[in-house]
């Protein structure tokens, strides 16, 4: 089972911050957050991944709460290619870890 | 980050045949693989574990003998649907670990499309 809370779905404006918020409040200490997202008919394309501090790539930030019970995916400056499902998973990231998909939240950026 | 294909991108097959799908790391090596399944308005759903050279690891309620799972390279894991039947069509999607550099990214392929007839 899925350990992760998201909304079902959410909009977002072109050019707009989009917050994509996920509940892990059984989360272990050893536990990563991890976010993929999917784009209609492809494979999950890796995001972002963090432990306990928040984290920045090329594509968005992760905001980690300090009791690490939830997070909050950013894309700074959402575009219409950014339209996807996005899936919040926890792991341990290591070498055996599975990813467990939940429903994820499906992202809309309207022009 | 690393690239993982597959192939074929879609396949159409007669109900009783088998099909394979390939799915291969390109520019790392990965000692496990994972193949997932996807059916419409689904999320995506854990089939196996693919070990190399050792064998693949089934999540519950996944049939083994009918998904052949084989993983000779570390660059190389395959699929095999046999015997397929049109309850057997979905979307089948690999991943791989790359652990190079400690890393801890999974990274996926870009799915096959299977319709069994």
């Known amino acids: 089972d899925a350990k992760t809370t998201q909304p079902t779905s959410m909009d977002c404006a072109e050019g707009r911050a989009a917050n994509l918020p996920c509940n892990h409040s059984t989360i272990s200490g050893n536990e990563y957050v991890y976010w993929y997202r999917q784009i209609h008919s492809q494979g999950p394309q890796y995001i972002i991944h963090?432990?306990?501090n928040n984290e920045t790539n090329e594509m968005a930030s992760l905001i980690i709460t300090e009791d690490r019970k939830s997070s909050t995916l950013i894309l700074p400056h959402a575009t219409l290619r950014d339209t996807a499902v996005y899936y919040c998973?926890?792991?341990?990231?290591?070498?055996?870890?599975?990813?467990?998909f939940g429903q994820g939240t499906i992202l809309t950026v309207h022009p | 980050g690393a690239v993982v294909s597959q192939h074929p991108s879609r396949v159409i097959c007669k109900s009783g045949t088998s099909v394979k799908i390939e799915c291969r790391s390109l520019d790392f090596q990965a000692t496990t693989m994972f193949w997932y399944r996807q059916f419409p308005k689904q999320s995506l759903m854990l089939m196996a574990t693919s070990n190399e050279g050792s064998k693949a690891t089934y999540e519950q309620g996944v049939e083994k003998d009918k998904f052949l799972i084989n993983h000779a390279s570390l660059t190389l894991s395959t699929l095999t649907v046999t015997s397929a039947h049109p309850e057997d069509s979905s979307f089948y999607i690999c991943s791989a670990r790359d652990f190079g550099a400690g890393r801890n990214e999974q990274f996926f392929g870009p799915g096959t499309r299977l319709t069994v007839l």
């Open positions: 998973i926890v792991n341990y990231g290591t070498s055996y870890g599975k990813l467990t």
């Open positions: 963090g432990l306990k």
